[in-house]
């Protein structure tokens, strides 16, 4: 137990300090712009590897959020771990997740980055079996690894072939680039390096098919999960942003960014709706919100993209922290969800598409982005307006609070969009530098919000199944696809001494 006393110490003190080293950055970066900070640099077998330090807009603000997470679990963690002999062990591996993470997204070239990222997935892994004890703890871990090794072999790949067609890992030199500009950006080379980078992202955020193993994740204490759920799931999304600047041009890259992340993110929200678990629930609820952040940066929205995972993070480290009282509140609200009416769906449905419609042709298309994520937003408002409260509650009342929210949400995404891309300038493109781009690829926007609408229709089906069909696909959903069960049973074959104990999911 006194060993455990000096690892919450060292780490808390040390956590603290990064805080503080994280605010002062983000100060110096407004003040000053983008900083380097060199720590180590040699060549091998002619490949100059450095170990620098990138402080720009994007870095600061990510390493702003990681220490701040950080501190705020680790204090949480205090009492709810309190009198357990591993308390100890949690703490050295949160110290090494928060300062793999920070220097992740401090890294000044692909080397770094991808060092960190495979040392942020060893450390993740070591609080994933943090009850060594339990079958089903153990068998998540290895789902998560070998998804892992997977993205990290495709990421790999991704980084070989960005070094030998741009001839540096370094992102200045790779993002201020000739070939950036030329007409090879648009070729096969770069398809291709985008594809690998964006199965790398998908695979580290738990996006379709790589999304089975999170929900299976849940054996590990409430820190642990809010940790990963704040913090490490958004590896993947920073990845896509950081190299932003070159995948902006490639209609290719942002087509499947469109498609993968509105099917993760509709099937991860049918999944959370029929979920009776709180902490599955919320798995799939961040299943769900990664991918509607990998839409966001498939319709180019990149400054979007970087304020919702800010959100989400907070949101979601919350969300897992506070489980129990989560339930007491919902209990004491009595809000449940009923049937859209089908002439606010239609009409939802009809608002959004003449939206997108109207926003491919204003100023060129330029801000077509912003068109197609607000109507996507206000399909999920809507969906809102049909809650009942017992026999207190007002329909009127309801409505003009949920229309009240539908501005305040609007204003706050534009206001964020326009402040973020302020500050992001130079660091990742604006809306209306992706607009040409998407709409050349209008189709796949109009194909992603038809599928949210589409879901939004079904939606109304499953939150009161009646028929034979919909209560089928609502156990469907309910067990995650059997993605989990299937999963565990080839594993279990395939390590079957590590797997020898019978293992349900």
Not at 122 to 148: C, D, F, G, T, W
Not at 264 to 283: D, F, S
Not at 432 to 449: C, H, R, W
Request: proline share 2%.
């Amino acid at each position: 137990m006194q060993q455990n006393r000096f690892s919450i110490l060292g780490t808390m003190s040390i956590l603290w300090l990064l805080l503080i080293f994280a605010v002062s950055a983000l100060l110096a970066t407004i003040k000053s712009g983008t900083q380097y900070f060199e720590i180590f640099s040699t060549a091998i077998a002619h490949v100059d590897i450095d170990l620098a330090l990138r402080f720009d807009a994007l870095s600061t603000l990510m390493f702003l959020m990681v220490s701040l997470l950080g501190v705020a679990i680790g204090h949480y963690a205090i009492r709810y771990l309190d009198g357990e002999s591993r308390q100890g062990y949690f703490y050295k591996y949160l110290l090494s997740i928060i300062l793999s993470v920070s220097l992740l997204v401090l890294s000044s070239n692909l080397i770094m980055f991808f060092a960190m990222w495979i040392l942020t997935s060893y450390n993740l892994h070591k609080l994933l079996i943090y009850n060594k004890e339990r079958p089903n703890a153990l068998m998540a871990a290895r789902k998560k690894q070998v998804i892992s090794r997977f993205g990290d072999l495709s990421l790999l790949a991704g980084i070989c072939l960005t070094y030998w067609h741009f001839g540096s890992s370094d992102f200045s030199t790779i993002f201020t680039s000739d070939v950036l500009i030329s007409p090879e950006n648009h070729g096969l080379m770069m398809n291709t390096i985008g594809l690998l980078l964006v199965v790398g992202a998908l695979a580290k955020s738990a996006q379709f098919p790589f999304h089975f193993w999170l929900p299976d994740t849940m054996e590990t204490p409430a820190p642990v999960s809010a940790l990963m759920h704040a913090g490490v799931i958004n590896a993947g999304g920073f990845l896509i942003i950081r190299l932003s600047p070159i995948l902006q041009s490639s209609v290719f890259v942002h087509s499947v960014l469109i498609i993968v992340g509105s099917v993760t993110a509709v099937y991860g929200a049918l999944c959370m709706v029929t979920q009776n678990n709180i902490k599955r629930k919320l798995a799939y609820s961040t299943i769900s919100q990664m991918g509607m952040m990998m839409f966001a940066c498939g319709i180019g929205a990149y400054a979007l993209a970087l304020f919702h995972i800010i959100a989400h993070s907070f949101y979601k480290a919350n969300a897992f922290l506070a489980t129990g009282k989560l339930i007491e509140e919902s209990d004491q609200a009595g809000l449940k969800l009923t049937r859209v009416p089908p002439a606010m769906i239609l009409c939802a449905i009809g608002i959004g598409f003449v939206a997108i419609w109207f926003g491919s042709l204003y100023q060129g298309g330029s801000y077509l982005a912003l068109f197609t994520y607000g109507s996507v937003m206000f399909l999920g408002l809507v969906q809102n307006t049909s809650t009942s409260q017992g026999a207190s509650y007002n329909k009127f009342n309801h409505s003009l609070k949920i229309s009240g929210l539908l501005i305040l949400a609007v204003s706050a995404y534009v206001l964020a969009e326009k402040l973020l891309s302020e500050f992001l300038f130079n660091t990742v493109p604006a809306v209306s530098d992706t607009g040409m781009v998407l709409s050349q690829n209008l189709a796949t926007v109009y194909f992603g919000f038809g599928l949210f609408s589409l879901v939004f229709w079904f939606s109304a089906q499953i939150m009161d199944p009646r028929s034979s069909v919909s209560k089928a696909i609502y156990l469907h959903l309910w067990n995650g696809g059997y993605a989990g069960q299937v999963s565990s049973r080839l594993l279990a074959n395939i390590f079957p001494k590590q797997h020898s104990t019978n293992v349900t999911n």
